[in-house]
């Protein structure tokens, strides 16, 4: 029997994911002699037109990375979901829109001028911007468009399984790969991670007091952060009460606080609403002008909470009000 | 939700409200038996505690379609749970800054502390929330989803479209 076919494709991302994959290290051979990668841009010379001649489904299974926010991207999603029986939303970017998604904050006007224009870096005295389209002498020319609104792979494309993670734990990647080849698949739309949240098994669980009340909240270089207790008892902001585990408690155990890359388990909706629900009810105060005071050291609560959600989330991105006379 | 979305009648708020059982619910009942009358845009959530609502909730019901949430619950001090009150209000003060940032608008989502007998402050804050959701006018999220095929303008094309001889 021949071999199952494999694709890996990146849209709006690091790079992070694909050195996850590389991250298999000697596993990966296992997986090459396991499968056949038919098409991974990143590290393979495979073009458009190599996944344009395939039969619909002629790949077994297609690990995408990267959120979606340009014509390009959502025409190549589309296409790989026609060549390929299963779509994978690989990392925190395709699952959850990941930190590119906090584009969503802004509008593309704004996103073009700061790229272009506003970074210190940046000098264009002539105002001059990429156009998606240019009468050449030759002809018309023409780029890609990149969309107002930065998505999750799943708000474009039908979305089969999701792998969390910024970036994926390679053993999760692994353990998918397996999973696939002996047919165990979970219910269409699973999260092919624990189902557990990140405190539940944490190594610092144990000095977790029953009730955390935070009269300062903290950020990491204000303080020495004790290396055995608790982050979140600590003051820092540690998501860990709303994430799903299965990352190891990678950055717990680099004594920082959980910034949620993993995103919310099964029973969460909204990750970062959860989160902001769970870590706002600590404030230890009865007192209304004081718990305003307390959460103000919280400074920024949409790029704290929904770091890797905000596409993801209930509001998607910020909320621009019709115009006068518009609609 | 549809029932007041007429495109030709002037706009009305869809007010979503999530009221204690124990006060703003008995309250809001109180104004009814009292006939006074106040605007009729909220549809009324019952829920055993303030300290029940999750911001989720608030966010959901944006999402489905309300203008804008009334939450109601018991004066400090007087939840019946001791502390449910409390903790919403923790959780809505770092929820509004949040709006903040996502640039909706304060008068759209409210919170109040409303006993169990004052039925006239139902009524005065029902209308109140009525007229500032009429003045900002609709809230219109964007949709979920994308539509792929007008994003895309139709066929998938080539990226960069070969010069034109
Ligand atoms: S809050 Fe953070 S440090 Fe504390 S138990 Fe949970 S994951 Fe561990
Ligand atoms: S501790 Fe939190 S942020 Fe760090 S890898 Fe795990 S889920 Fe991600
Ligand atoms: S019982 Fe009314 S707010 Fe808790």
């Given amino acids: 029997m021949s071999k199952p076919k494999v694709g890996f494709y990146w849209c709006a991302a690091c790079g992070g994911c694909e050195e996850s994959v590389v991250d298999l290290a000697a596993g990966i051979l296992d997986v090459v002699n396991a499968v056949d990668i038919v098409f991974w841009p990143v590290a393979l010379d495979f073009k458009r037109e190599d996944v344009e001649k395939m039969q619909d489904n002629e790949m077994a299974v297609c690990f995408i990375n990267g959120a979606i926010r340009s014509s390009e991207q959502g025409e190549m999603v589309a296409l790989l979901r026609k060549k390929a029986g299963l779509v994978i939303a690989f990392g925190s970017c395709s699952h959850l ?20 224009k506003d970074t210190v870096t940046t000098v264009n ?18 780029l890609p468009s990149l969309w107002n609104t930065v998505k999750t792979l799943d708000q474009v494309i039908d979305v089969d399984y999701y792998i969390p993670g910024c970036p994926p734990p390679s053993s999760l990647l ?22 557990t949240a990140l405190c539940h098994e944490c190594p610092r ?9 935070i009269k300062e909240f903290k950020r990491p270089h204000e303080i020495i952060i004790d290396e055995e207790k608790c982050l979140l008892s600590q003051g820092l902001l540690c998501l860990g009460s709303a994430t799903r585990s299965g990352c190891g408690w990678v950055c717990i155990n680099g004594n920082m606080p959980c910034t949620g890359c993993m995103g919310p388990i099964s029973r969460v909706h909204d990750h970062g609403t959860k989160a902001l629900s769970a870590i706002a009810s600590l404030t230890a105060s009865n007192d209304e002008a004081e718990i305003a005071a307390i959460l103000d050291k919280i400074v920024d609560p949409a790029g704290t909470f929904f770091r890797y959600s905000l596409p993801a989330s209930l509001l998607h991105r910020k909320y621009e009000a019709p115009k006068e006379g518009g609609k | ?13 869809r007010i979503v409200a999530f009221f204690c059982n124990w006060c703003t619910y008995t309250a809001a009942d109180l104004a009814g038996t009292a006939r006074m009358t106040y605007a009729p ?33 018991c004066h400090p001090g007087d939840c ?42 139902v009524q005065k804050v029902m209308n109140e929330m009525a007229g500032d959701l009429r003045r900002l006018g609709p809230l219109h999220l964007e949709p979920e989803a994308i539509d792929l095929h007008a994003a895309l303008h139709g066929e998938i094309k080539p990226m960069i479209q070969e010069v034109a001889r």
């Fill in chain 1, 174 to 195: 692994a353990d998918a790969v397996n999973t696939i080849l002996q047919g165990k698949l979970p219910a269409k739309g699973s999260v092919l991670a624990p189902d």
């Fill in chain 2, 41 to 73: 845009n909220a549809r009324v959530v019952r829920i055993m505690c303030s300290g029940r609502l999750d911001p989720q909730f608030v966010l959901t019901a944006l999402r489905e379609g309300a203008d804008g949430v009334l939450i109601g619950g």
């Fill in chain 2, 80 to 121: 019946h749970y001791m502390e449910g009150n409390y903790k919403t209000y923790r959780r809505f003060v770092l929820l509004r800054r949040l709006l903040e940032t996502m640039g909706i608008e304060k008068e759209r989502v409210r919170m109040e502390w409303i006993a169990a007998s004052e039925g006239d402050r």
């Fill in chain 1, 125 to 142: 005295e002539s105002n001059t911007y990429p156009v998606e389209s240019y009468k050449a002498p030759e002809g018309n020319l023409t």
């Fill in chain 2, 1 to 13: 939700m549809s029932d007041i979305k007429n495109e030709n009648k002037p706009f009305e708020p």
């Fill in chain 1, 97 to 116: 829109g990941g930190i590119p998604g906090l584009a969503n904050l802004y509008n593309k006007e704004q996103v073009m001028k700061t790229a272009y």
């Fill in chain 1, 205 to 213: 669980k144990a000095s977790k007091p029953e009730k955390v009340a």
